[in-house]
């Protein structure tokens, strides 16, 4: 397993950015597909985006298509995602996550978690 430590969240005003950082632990960080989660308060934990072990290869759920991008350093062992045009429902802790098969957005089928990251923006 890998693990995870996020950062980047705060407040921030709609219509704002941010960007998330996720760094991993270990030597094969390439090989595994990373994920982006996030939960609100009494709702489940739900897909934002993923991105294939070279980085090639990205989803997105729609609600933040054309505002957020996914990307990874495997040099640095990161994954970053950058939101733009952040809107008050985008209001969540945000997790990333490590799976063998980077198109999974069953969050059980995620083995490796971080601590997760409070993302708040304000209307």
């Known amino acids: 397993q890998v693990q995870l430590v996020e950062s980047g969240g705060g407040l921030v005003q709609a219509g704002g950015s941010l960007r998330l950082s996720c760094a991993a632990s270990g030597r094969t960080f390439s090989s595994y597909g990373m994920g982006w989660f996030r939960q609100a308060p009494g709702k489940e934990r739900d897909i934002v985006a993923t991105i294939s072990g070279i980085g090639g290869m990205t989803y997105y759920t729609d609600s933040v298509k054309g505002r957020f991008t996914i990307s990874r350093d495997n040099a640095k062992n990161t994954v970053y995602l950058q939101m733009n045009s952040l809107k008050p429902e985008d209001t969540a802790v945000y997790y990333c996550?490590?799976?063998?098969?980077?198109?999974?957005?069953?969050?059980?089928?995620?083995?490796?978690w971080g601590q997760g990251t409070q993302v708040t923006v304000s209307s």
């Open positions: 996550a490590a799976s063998k098969y980077w198109r999974d957005t069953d969050p059980r089928r995620y083995a490796s």
